[in-house]
């Protein structure tokens, strides 16, 4: 036909060593504009954190009070001076990360982020993962996924910030709420199991802090989002 181009006359565009790394290089960049944490899970999270802080911080000058095992917590690392300031910190955390925690869990569920982040768990990739992190193979090099040691720590630390609020309750109010302090064995169970809760977000805290700061990149991703 007049005016048609042969296929082979088309112009054709290629691509040197230049243009491969522009390509990578825009790719690179595309990747790291990304939003990896949105504004909602940012201020939630550093909510929690200063809430989840204060409430440790203080719960310890509380168990000095009533110590359920053969050993007190320093003072210069307890919060409060003396038990009536510490429940006084206590109770005013308890309500930030109560009303932070729902926030939280309501946008995470309806947002579907906990169902892409956070789950599937098998027990085959948690243990794969942990024998790689123990010999310094785990990769963190992409953010935005989660590996299944993550998923399972972080499933588990909003687990424990679920049962230390209830057990908490259950500890302040034991006759108005006395059917969920019947559910934790009653008021001297309920302690143990408000003291391990606090012991398994403790943990967790310094194993998130620990990979913060090997992952510096991780820390600016949960200010900047990106």
């Not at 947002?111 to 942990?130: C, H, M, Q, T």
């Not at 049962?163 to 169970?189: C, H, M, N, R």
Request: aromatic fraction near 12%; glycine fraction near 8%; include cysteine.
């Amino acid at each position: 036909m007049a005016g048609s181009v042969h296929p082979r006359a088309r112009p054709h565009r290629s691509y040197g060593e230049s243009g491969i790394t522009m390509t990578a290089h825009a790719i690179a960049t595309t990747t790291d504009r990304a939003i990896i944490h949105p504004l909602w899970v940012r201020v939630c999270h550093w909510i929690n954190a200063l809430a989840i802080l204060v409430m440790i911080g203080s719960g310890w000058q509380i168990y000095d009070a009533s110590p359920l095992f053969g050993f007190n917590f320093p003072s210069r690392i307890a919060l409060g001076n003396w038990l009536g300031g510490a429940l006084l910190w206590h109770f005013a955390a308890m309500w930030v990360l109560v009303t932070n925690g729902i926030v939280y869990l309501a946008l995470g569920i309806i947002s579907g982020r906990f169902r892409n982040k956070l789950f599937p768990i098998y027990p085959s990739e948690v243990i794969a993962d942990i024998k790689a992190a123990l010999t310094f193979k785990l990769a963190h090099d992409e953010l935005s996924h989660y590996n299944a040691v993550q998923k399972l720590l972080y499933t588990g630390v909003i687990l424990a910030g679920i049962v230390i609020v209830l057990s908490g309750i259950s500890i302040w109010k034991p006759v108005q709420f006395q059917e969920l302090t019947a559910l934790f064995g009653g008021y001297d169970a309920a302690r143990y199991v408000h003291f391990f809760a606090m012991a398994a977000i403790v943990g967790f805290l310094a194993v998130h802090i620990a990979l913060a700061l090997l992952v510096p990149k991780s820390l600016r991703a949960m200010i900047a989002g990106r």
